[in-house]
């Protein structure tokens, strides 16, 4: 094999890997810090939540959003944000809120809230509800460039009920759980990162979120 080749292969598996390390996750449940009676309510309602801290180095990149939906290990994807909206990271550290609420009867609706712009929603998601179901952190670094970062999921199944902190801790990335633990029917949030575009004269509508340059349109 010719030394251009190796460094060919070298350069594309370092290029992969690098993308997928672009960030890291961390979780928090803010619900925990509300007054205990609210608490106690969100309980009854069975609202969930959870905080993503994001760390990388970002730079002004563009963060597009997609759901994976599981069914017996085939893979639907969906594009979450439009291409018209830019939301864009710019800091090292960012942070994105999950919600999840009953709607209607059968149904759960997830939300992701930016809440250092105002609380922007990013986007609106729903999803058929199930008890045995909770929002549960996914995040391993994996060989994809799309980062899996939050899933709303079952736990391992075993014996009398499934077990969700044996899922959270075991560094089996989300795309092989059925692989694996033959849970099924879940879906998953990714992000990938992308150099930020600016708008072109082909484009309707431009928005920008951000933190920085907060809020603008190109019509």
Known sequence: MSKKLLFTIS?????????????????????????????????MQNV???????????????AKIKKVICNKGSFIESELIPDYVHFVFADSVETLDFMAVPYGEDSLRITCFYPEHFNSII??????????KILLETYTYG??????????????????GTWFCGLRDSGVEARKWYEKYKIDDYIFYTIKLEEDTPPNDDMSIYVKVAKKDAYATHK
């Open 11 to 43: 350069f594309v598996l370092t290029t992969v890997l690098v993308q997928a390390q672009q960030i890291k996750v961390e979780y928090e449940n803010k619900l925990t810090a509300l007054p205990e009676l609210m608490q106690q309510f969100f309980t």
């Open 123 to 132: 986007f609106n998601d729903t999803v058929r509800i199930d008890k045995m």
């Open 143 to 160: 060989d994809s460039p799309d980062i899996p970062i939050l899933a709303y999921t079952s736990g391992i199944p075993i014996q009398d």
């Open 48 to 62: 969930q939540h959870s905080r993503l801290i994001i760390k990388g180095n970002f730079n002004g990149k563009r």
